[in-house]
């Protein structure tokens, strides 16, 4: 009888590799992007937006503010205030998105798209997560849509998970594959789509058995913590977010996949920053806030499964090259140099009023520092 397989890794809060890691050395990557963050609107936007900016030359903003994003003038306004909000001299791009209901005209998307306004429009099933309560119903209505879509070529991004009371929590992604996703593609067969924060191995092999037009986002947070880590020591609501963390056995396929080499796997933050009174209340708020510290967190993961070499892939040429867009010119460096992640960020808007968020990996030690 062959011997038993490896324990997992345990399942701890952040894993692993809590502790810096020996030796010395520095990264230079080509610039990354972030192909799914949340940067709010109105003073969180005027606090968060430079955490993203300070590593990021583009991002793709997430339209479910209140009201959301549902016509190009709410999406140009938009983008005028984050443009607004950033730093002095920051060269960042937003990447602005449609929020897709059921009723919303497939002319407006079209339109939206072909003027520059918009690269991609995102499916929220109704109720799924934060501002999503507009959302789409079921996909076949809004099928007018996704066939303009297609025709001109305009991604799709999808939050992966059904509203169905009756599932568990934990199988939304995998039944929303089944239920949903596997009779769009056949529907659509030329519609560019991106399962977004992908958190199960069901996602993972689904990808990579798919069509070439079909690609997926990971997460800093999904390849650090699974499920454990929002009931260890008591309710930890900074750990909540949806898609829930799974089980191990899908934190470790996400790090494999994340790792792999493969195109149909690049980086997207999900960076969802909520106030205190939101996460910490009798119905908190489902978000990580992981901006400040994104990119040295997707490097840990890469060294601790030896893949620092793959990096530069899943972080800044995946994602252009699947949206159609140039690679970035500038370059960034991140050195071995530790450093204490803060408990509590003490940000400010515009105004200099004062925003209290808990960051990633609060409290930890990270091995790697963005530098430039």
């Not at 968060?48 to 003038?73: E, K, S, W, Y």
């Not at 520059?116 to 959302?135: M, S």
């Not at 399962?195 to 997460?219: C, K, M, N, W, Y």
């Not at 800093?220 to 929002?230: D, E, F, G, S, V």
Request: proline share 10%; charged share 20%.
């Amino acid at each position: 009888m062959p011997p038993p397989p490896p324990p997992a890794t345990p399942p701890q809060a952040s894993l692993p590799g809590q502790a810096p890691l020996p030796g010395t050395g520095s990264i230079s990557l080509r610039q990354p992007d972030d192909w799914h963050v949340h940067l709010r609107d109105g003073a969180m936007l005027e606090a968060v937006v430079g955490a993203t900016a300070r590593q990021f030359r583009r991002a793709i903003v997430m339209p479910n503010l209140q009201p959301p994003i549902t016509t190009v003038a709410a999406a140009r306004a938009y983008g005028g205030r984050i443009r607004r909000a950033l730093p002095p001299g920051s060269s960042f791009e937003p990447l602005l998105t449609a929020y897709l209901t059921d009723s919303i005209d497939p002319r407006e998307v079209e339109a939206g798209f072909r003027e520059g306004v918009w690269v991609a429009a995102k499916l929220y099933p109704a109720r799924a997560t934060t501002n999503a309560e507009a959302g789409v119903s079921d996909p076949l209505a809004i099928t007018a849509v996704l066939e303009a879509m297609e025709r001109i070529g305009m991604p799709l991004l999808i939050h992966g998970e059904v509203t169905d009371p009756a599932i568990d929590i934990f199988d939304r992604e995998a039944v929303f594959i089944e239920r949903h996703l596997a009779p769009l593609l056949q529907r659509h067969p030329g519609l560019k789509v991106v399962l977004e924060h992908i958190t199960t191995s069901d996602a993972v092999e689904f990808v990579r058995s798919g069509p070439p037009q079909l690609a997926a986002t990971i997460t800093p947070h999904h390849l650090h913590i699974n499920r454990n880590a929002m009931f260890q020591g008591g309710l930890k609501p900074d750990f909540y977010c949806l898609p829930v963390a799974k089980r191990e056995l899908h934190r470790l396929a996400l790090r494999a996949a994340a790792t792999s080499g493969d195109p149909r796997f690049f980086l997207g933050t999900d960076s969802a920053p909520h106030g205190r009174s939101a996460k910490e209340s009798a119905c908190g708020c489902a978000g990580i806030f992981n901006a400040p510290y994104a990119i040295e967190s997707y490097a840990a993961v890469f060294e601790q499964e030896g893949a620092l070499q793959r990096l530069e892939g899943f972080a800044s040429e995946f994602g252009p090259r699947f949206y159609g867009l140039p690679l970035n010119t500038a370059r960034i460096t991140l050195e071995r140099q530790p450093h204490a992640v803060e408990p509590r960020l003490a940000l400010a808007d515009a105004a200099g009023a004062p925003v209290a968020l808990v960051p990633f990996h609060a409290g930890e030690t990270l091995a790697w520092r963005l530098v430039c």
